[in-house]
């Protein structure tokens, strides 16, 4: 009987042990295009955390250049290669989901950045809704609560959907801004803000500000009023690029950015991805990160995409 009694108490203590960690050997890294400074960014991020993790962790970073059939193959060699953490960039939320379930198939845990992936062990990415209120709050106290204004959209992917609902949100709690147009596609390209904000200057005489749902919009929002030789406008947009840092340190319309930080999106995203690993679940399957507003004022304090970290 007291046998017995050792044996279960053992047993006991041996259930309350903790598993053995796994070790994070190798992370694959499939982005939309390393000539992107937000995506290289992404890339510098997740691999100082995982190198943190493991010094001699093998990370593979690869871009697939806006091609959804090369992201498949990329994450297939992942598989192949036997990685245990996946970070990507989804080119397609949804068609990317048979991919993503034979990288689980095989033990491999999947994380997703910036954008959400059907099927993704886990996302992290901007609170957009917040990105497009703060950035529109920005016009709101700028005009005084009163004024015309634009929400030059974009496509509509989740991203862009939450910053457009963010920044009307805003704008619905000042009865004096007159919303003149929102549903105007400008690409998310510098070229589309151009060709949609030279629409909206022909068509109103007079505008107050304009929101983009990016900074390349933004910058061919602003290029657009110079050739129009129109002045006098706000334009406040999302993501805090290194080219809006110039923009704000220069003589432009341009005032404000919400920024993303996808340095420590991808940190995140590692260190998440890790526990997950290692069977330490996260609260929520989505993290957002909070955005901050970079203006003509703070923008020479800020630590952009190209900071040394």
């Known amino acids: 009987m007291s046998k017995w009694k050792i044996t279960g108490a053992l047993l006991a203590a041996m259930m309350t042990l903790p598993a ?53 193959n990329q994450i297939d060699n992942f598989i192949a290669a036997g990685v245990d953490l996946i970070i990507l960039n ?23 950045v910036d954008t959400a992936a059907e099927g993704a062990d886990l996302t992290v990415m901007t609170d957009n809704v917040k990105a497009g209120e703060i950035a529109c709050q920005y016009i709101v106290d700028k005009l005084g609560g009163k004024g015309d204004v634009v929400i030059e959209n974009g496509p509509q992917v989740s991203s862009v959907i939450d910053r457009v609902a963010g920044c009307k949100k805003a704008f619905a709690a000042a009865p004096g801004i007159k919303i003149r147009s929102a549903d105007q596609d400008a690409k998310g390209s510098r070229d589309g803000g151009l060709a949609v904000m030279q629409g909206y200057l022909t068509r109103y005489p007079k505008l107050d500000a304009v929101f983009t749902i990016n900074d390349p919009q933004a910058i061919g ?18 993501d805090g690029a290194p080219d809006i840092e110039k ?21 995140l995203g590692v260190q998440l991805g890790n526990d997950l690993l290692n069977g330490k679940k996260p609260a929520t399957q989505t993290t957002l990160i909070p955005p901050k507003l970079v203006t003509r004022d703070n923008v020479s304090g800020y630590q952009g995409w190209e900071s040394h970290r």
Request: aromatic share 6%; charged share 15%; hydrophobic share 50%.
């Open 221 to 238: 929002s602003d290029l657009a009023a110079k050739q129009l030789g129109r002045g006098n406008i706000v334009i406040a947009s999302v």
């Open 90 to 112: 989804p080119g397609d939320p949804h068609a990317v989901a048979p991919a993503i379930k034979r990288a689980q198939a095989a033990g491999i845990v999947v994380v997703a």
């Open 20 to 72: 053995q960690a796994k070790e994070l050997k190798s992370v694959g890294i499939s982005l939309a295009s390393l000539g992107n400074p937000f995506f290289v960014a992404v890339a510098k991020g997740a691999t100082a955390e995982a190198q943190k993790i493991n010094a001699n962790v093998k990370v593979t970073t690869l871009g697939f250049d806006y091609d959804l059939n090369k992201q498949f």
């Open 247 to 267: 923009a704000l340190a220069s003589k432009t319309l341009i005032e404000a950015s919400a920024s993303q930080d996808p340095y420590s999106m991808a940190k």
